[in-house]
């Protein structure tokens, strides 16, 4: 099923309307991405919690890795160049580090909040080799810019 994001951002605006905690706000969007697409295996966030290093966050799914840093994986390069990274295939994409042996492809979209600043990565892994797309990643990115928006 692919995903209907219209309404997708629209479920999330409404039950994150006027909330400005971090973490609140990660949780929701987790779970309410996580359960719109079944591409999506695992979906979460690495928070930013000192300089160059990411530690797990709210989530959907499996274990994740509990520390990562910026210099490391997929999730680093998105946190260190504030860049989406849309990758096909995990095994291809060099220093990945395998949270979980099942993920074969990855989309990971910086967050950044009202300032500008990177706060976190949202990490989506699928078991689905090139599962993602570039209108995934944009709508994706839509979502989360208004969302952390309200957050200082």
């Given at each position: ?15 994150t309307e006027?909330?400005?905690?971090a973490?609140?706000l990660m ?7 996580h359960?719109s697409?079944?591409?999506?295996d ?8 000192a ?16 520390v990562?840093?910026?210099?490391r994986?997929v ?15 995990v095994e ?7 949270c ?5 492809s990855?989309?990971?979209l910086p ?6 600043e990177v ?9 689905q ?11 994706l ?8 928006a309200?957050v200082?």
């Amino acid at each position: 099923m692919a995903v209907d994001y219209p309404t997708l951002a629209q479920t999330i605006h409404a039950l994150t309307e006027g909330e400005d905690d971090a973490v609140a706000l990660m949780a929701t969007v987790a779970c309410e991405v996580h359960h719109s697409d079944d591409r999506f295996d695992w979906t979460g966030f690495y928070r930013v919690t000192a300089p160059e290093l990411l530690k797990i966050g709210p989530y959907q799914g499996g274990h994740g890795c509990l520390v990562i840093p910026f210099s490391r994986g997929v999730c680093g390069a998105a946190a260190r160049t504030g860049q989406v990274q849309l990758v096909p295939d995990v095994e291809a994409f060099e220093g990945h580090i395998a949270c979980a042996s099942s993920t074969r492809s990855e989309l990971v979209l910086p967050v950044f909040n009202g300032a500008g600043e990177v706060i976190a990565v949202f990490d989506i892994d699928s078991d689905q080799p090139d599962a993602f797309t570039q209108d995934d990643a944009e709508a994706l990115t839509a979502i989360l810019n208004e969302v952390f928006a309200q957050v200082s």
